[in-house]
Each structure stands twice: as C-alpha cells, then as structure tokens.
C-alpha cells in the first residue's frame, strides 16, 4: 500500500509581515501566521512603545500556541532629515528657479527655507544634488558654506513642509543612531527582539557601533539603503548578521535602472559571506487597497526569489493595507510557484559561493551533495550558536534544512535564513541518540516517512559550539 503523500512544506524562502494597526490583534497575526509570514517586523518609525511591546507579547503568546519558533525583528528608524516649515505650508516651484537652503528657524517662502541639519551644509560641494520629497524635487548646489546652500531647481514642481531630504553620492558626518534609536534599541533588547534592524548605514563604523550596544542579546541587520552602502557592501556584510535590501530610500538616491543590479549584487554577497538577506519594499504594494497585486508586483517578487533571497519583506500591504493576509498568502503562493519552477532550481545549484577552508564549510557543503544524491527528506543540523546552520542554508540545498537546537534565541534568529525549520529541542548526547531524535522530529514536523534519508550534520562533543565535524545518514524506521 502506497503511504498518504506529506503535506505540503512551508516555502523555503521566507515571508517577513510587518505589523501595525491592521494587524495588531491576537486574531489578524495568527491570520497572517496560517497564510506564511515566518518573521514580524515592528516598525519603530510608527507607534508607541507600549504598542511594540503588546504586539511583540501576542507574538511570543502565538508562537508558544504553534509550538513553531517566530522571529521578531525590531527596525529602528534612523536619522530623518527634513526641510523645515512654509509660511503657507508649501510653495510652487519650476525648473531653474534659484533656490536657498540655511539654519535659519523662519517659516520658508519662495526663496528660501529652513534646513535644520548643519551636517549636510559642511559635507556639501558645489554641483552636489539634493532630493527632497522622495526624489520628486531635485536640487543642484551652485554655492554652499557651513550654513548655507545656494541651488537651482533641476525638477519638480512643488514642496511643503518637512519633506524629507536625501544627499546621494555624499558621505553625511551623521551617526545611523539618534538618540531616539538608542531608546527605541533598549526597548527592543528588553522586550526580546531577535533581530535589529539598523537604518542609514553609510559605512561598517555605522554597523560596528550599533553591535557595541547590542552586546550580543540579538542578531544585527544592516539596512543597505544608500549607494555609500553599495560601495562598501563587503566589509559591512563582514560587520553584520544580516542584510536588508531597502529599496525605498535606494530608489530615491540611485537611479532606477541601477536599483536592480544593486539589488542582485546585495543578495549575492550576503550568500557569498552566509549572511541571510531581505529584500524589502513595495513588494505587493497595490494590496494595500487591492485584492490581487499587478503582474509586475507578483514577477518582483519572483525575482528576488530567483535571485536566491532569504526572505521577502511586506510593509504598508500588512502593518495599514486592508488585505494583509491575502497579502501574506499571495506572496506565498509566489514563492511557491517559483520555487517549483525547474529553472529555479537548477539557478540554485547551477553556482555554489566559494568555500572557507573550515570543517563547518566542508562538512555543510558534503551533506548538500549527499542529500541531493540520495534524494534526501531533509538535512538534519544539530547547532549551537546557529553557524553551521547558516552555512548549510548558504547552500541553497533542495532538500529543507531541519535545524535542532536547545537554545531558544538561536531557533528564534533562524527562522530568518532560507529553507531553514528550526525546532526548540534538548542536545543530543551520542549518535544513537542523535539518530533517533532527528528521525522522531522529521517525522513529527512532517518533513519525512518510514524509509526516506536524513542526512544529519552535528559535533563531537555534542553540544559544543563551532565543533560541527559530523556527517550521517539515517534511515527513517
């Protein structure tokens, strides 16, 4: 008799759910969790912290009821720099129009206005660009001093007040943490986010000082959302757990034809270094207010797919859209469409990054090949500090990686990184042990039946981490 087909596995690239006021009850986040989303991202540029907190307490309140590990990221807000206030709440403007930026606190008007940021006026030069609004009003310097900055309007048609204010191409003498970010950090690290999201980075100083603070009670995730960022990709990937690819503030500041090579090299680094990767930002934007997503929408989300992404990011569709959850289960059945496509996979295997010369990397790299030849159920990684893990995810391997760790703040940051399951359970303490417990969860999480492989990765001693030295096949019974 033929045995009953497994259900279907959860897609091995991950759905992050930003949550807001259309997803703040116990039953809109359990509603987003069934259709997908395996991380919440709490916005921290919108809300209270008393709001974060509830909704970081029906995450951890969920998450106990699934019995499944669920990642909570905290994105810190950054620097917003803004022009000041009109006298008239706005002014028209045309091409060629001089146009004066300053320090000083008077209402604007049409030849003037407030720019309240004296560390934008001493990086300036002259022929330097300004974007304001989100790029809709573009500004060229003619003359610029420690307070001042003479311009002329190269595009837009419009401005009023406190539209935010974008410098490309220049270096700002600006820490990526304002005092609001460091009392929004305290808050996230006490109420237990796994993952911090750091907002305008620059430079890897940026990410090094926010790891400072941190010390070590969550995973660092660097938002790449400037072009300086771009430029100095490898060593702040080196410096972070993570990256983000946020395209919002990136699309302001770069071209939009050069957004999407970006977009690539960002995530092929971050696979090339074994660092999990997001990409982020208008993803399925039309559902905020629509059903279905355009046909474009639903091939972005395809490409990050393709490109090998670890996750793929929902903001506004899910934290204010009036279809969240359809948002998270259409983002889903995407994902999952592509995944099936033939061609995804043999993109998957068709280039494998370079390997370091480490146990870790050698053993991770044989139980990818074995898997794949024995057409395994899963692989099978016994982990500590969540390392060799991320080295097997790196892989990109067909087969999911079943990860097994007594360490609930590692299971908690997995849940993050591509094709990557992780399950809160005890050590094992020899092989027979190791054995049976990764055949009883495969079986219980429905990853694997009587007589599938398992291809098991682990340490010896057990429970030591960075000792991943093991490799195993098992037979289920």
């Not at 660092?220 to 959302?225: G, N, S």
């Not at 219980?444 to 030295?469: C, E, Q």
Request: charge should be negative.
């Amino acid at each position: 008799m033929t045995p009953p087909p497994l259900p279907r596995l959860p897609s091995q690239t991950k759905i992050v759910a930003t949550l807001g006021p259309a997803s703040s009850s116990p039953e809109a986040l359990r509603a987003l969790f069934e259709a997908g989303a395996d991380v919440f991202r709490l916005n921290f540029s919108h809300g209270a912290h008393e709001d974060h907190r509830q909704r970081h307490a029906m995450i951890r309140a969920l998450e106990k009821e699934s019995g499944k590990p669920i990642a909570v990221l905290a994105d810190l807000q950054g620097p917003k720099l803004r022009v000041g206030t009109f006298a008239n709440g706005g002014i028209a403007l045309k091409a060629g129009q001089k146009f004066r930026l300053d320090l000083s606190k008077e209402p604007g008007d049409a030849t003037r206005v407030g720019l309240p940021h004296p560390e934008i006026f001493s990086a300036l030069t002259p022929e330097a660009e300004l974007l304001m609004d989100d790029g809709k009003v573009r500004l060229r310097v003619e003359k610029c001093g420690k307070d001042f900055a003479d311009a002329v309007v190269e595009a837009g048609t419009a401005l009023s007040d406190r539209k935010g204010v974008n410098v490309p191409g220049v270096i700002l003498p600006l820490s990526a943490l304002t005092p609001k970010d460091r009392t929004d950090l305290e808050v996230a690290l006490d109420m237990g986010a796994d993952w911090i999201a750091l907002s305008f980075v620059q430079r890897p100083e940026d990410v090094t000082e926010a790891r400072k603070l941190i010390g070590g009670k969550a995973a660092l995730l660097a938002k790449i959302e400037k072009p300086s960022a771009v430029q100095h990709l490898q060593k702040i990937v080196e410096a972070a757990d993570g990256l983000m690819v946020a395209r919002g503030d990136l699309g302001v500041e770069m071209p939009p034809e050069d957004v999407p090579p970006a977009q690539k090299r960002i995530v092929l680094e971050a696979r090339v270094q074994g660092k999990p990767v997001i990409v982020a930002t208008q993803m399925l934007e039309s559902m905020i207010s629509a059903p279905t997503p355009t046909r474009a929408e639903a091939s972005d989300v395809a490409t990050a797919v393709y490109d090998g992404a670890d996750a793929v990011m929902l903001s506004a569709e899910t934290a204010t859209g009036s279809y969240a959850a359809e948002a998270v289960a259409m983002m889903d059945r995407i994902i999952s469409r592509a995944e099936a496509d033939g061609a995804y996979r043999a993109q998957m295997s068709a280039w494998n990054p370079p390997l370091q010369h480490t146990g870790a990397d050698a053993i991770t790299a044989a139980a990818r090949q074995v898997a794949d030849t024995l057409e395994a159920a899963a692989i099978v990684t016994f982990t500590t500090s969540g390392f060799t893990t991320e080295r097997a995810a790196r892989e990109r391997p067909h087969a999911p990686v079943l990860c097994l760790t007594a360490r609930e703040q590692t299971a908690r940051r997995l849940a993050l990184s591509y094709g990557v399951y992780p399950v809160f359970t005890q050590d094992a303490t020899s092989f027979a042990e190791m054995e049976e417990l990764s055949c009883r969860v495969a079986a219980a999480h429905g990853f694997a039946r009587k007589g599938d492989h398992l291809v098991i990765t682990a340490g010896v001693p057990f429970g030591t981490p960075g000792s991943t030295n093991v490799l195993r096949v098992a037979r289920m019974p």
